[in-house]
């Protein structure tokens, strides 16, 4: 028996295609106070950050990036993490949510987090000043389903960045886990 699951006053439903498209904006709905609330406990944060190490800090500092756009910031960990480094920081994301639990999580971690509520598709109206970097982490590409708004992103994320700058995009290999079979054995980097 396949089920099926909706969301509460969605007419989409998954389980019998689900890589069939989807709504871009769905996120909107699937990220509301309460699963942010759960978002931290869901996710075990320490072993990802034993398993990445220092990969991205070491990855930017030998770029030379001192100001890094994290436009996926969700609940803030790379963000945090990044701002221990001594990296200036600037955390956006498309739910207003998430961006309060990340502004917590720092407050928790000694640090005032500046953060932007932002559409990647159109980052460059909340966004105006140009980063060393721009990190789009934890598979959150995903969020936009049509090549379109994909394209769009990734132009607007091209736009914030300084000439030379770099882009670090975290994102599944979803054609080798169909293809093949493959499942995360949760190594990141």
């Not at 709504?23 to 759960?38: A, G, I, M, R």
């Not at 945090?80 to 720092?106: C, H, K, W, Y």
């Not at 000043?129 to 936009?144: E, F, Q, R």
């Amino acid at each position: 028996m396949i089920r099926k699951a909706t969301m509460p006053g969605s007419k989409q439903m998954y389980g019998d295609n689900p890589i069939a498209q989807r709504k871009t904006d769905l996120y909107k709905q699937e990220y509301v106070q309460s699963f942010v609330q759960k978002w931290d406990a869901l996710i075990d944060w320490e072993a990802r950050a034993s398993s990445e190490g220092d990969f991205f800090i070491r990855i930017l500092k030998e770029r030379g990036v001192k100001r890094v756009l994290d436009v996926a910031t969700g609940t803030g960990f790379h963000s945090i993490r990044l701002l221990r480094a001594g990296f200036e920081v600037t955390s956006a994301d498309g739910s207003p949510e998430m961006l309060a639990q990340a502004f917590e999580n720092a407050r928790r971690a000694g640090f005032i987090m500046r953060t932007i509520h932002a559409d990647w598709r159109w980052l460059s109206r909340d966004i105006h000043n140009k980063y060393d970097a721009v990190i789009c982490l934890g598979n959150s590409l995903t969020h936009l389903f049509s090549e379109q708004d994909r394209r769009k992103a990734l132009a607007e994320f091209y736009t914030a960045l300084r000439h030379d700058g770099v882009l670090i995009l975290d994102q599944r290999n979803y054609d080798g886990i169909l293809d093949e079979g493959f499942t995360s054995k949760h190594v990141y980097y």
